[in-house]
């Protein structure tokens, strides 16, 4: 089995910045990619942010969000800059992650348990 753990979200004023973390642990054999998910009330969830073979961005936090990873230590980060109220949102981190099984291996996604930011005007 997989955890995911997310930290560091809180409340910021507008133009400010927040870095939260999520930490995945478990029999984690590779872990593919690492994606950041916001969830604004009566919205959908939606992907920002995605580390994998290649890195992308929606266009609504380009210029403003970076994601990175610390492989080692199966860490993926979001550095958010110059924060917007129409940022705040639950942001939940996914991870799609391989295990090894008695017979084999699986790949399946993951997914924290959500962590709020909010962000004022």
């Known amino acids: 089995q997989v955890q995911l753990v997310e930290s560091g979200g809180g409340l910021v004023q507008g133009g400010g910045s927040l870095r939260p973390s999520c930490a995945a642990s478990?029999?984690?054999?590779?872990?593919?990619?690492m994606g950041w998910h916001p969830q604004a009330p009566g919205k959908e969830r939606e992907l920002v942010a995605v580390?994998?073979?290649?890195?992308n961005y929606a266009d609504s936090v380009k210029g403003r969000f970076t994601i990175s990873r610390d492989n080692a230590k199966n860490l993926v980060y979001l550095q958010m800059n110059s924060l917007k109220p129409e940022d705040t949102a639950v942001y939940y981190c996914?991870?799609?992650?391989?295990?090894?099984?008695?017979?084999?291996?699986?790949?399946?996604?993951?997914w924290g348990q959500g962590i709020q930011v909010t962000v004022s005007s």
């Open positions: 478990g029999s984690i054999l590779s872990i593919v990619n």
């Open positions: 580390s994998g073979g290649s890195i």
């Open positions: 996914n991870a799609r992650v391989t295990t090894r099984l008695p017979m084999g291996t699986k790949t399946h996604t993951y």
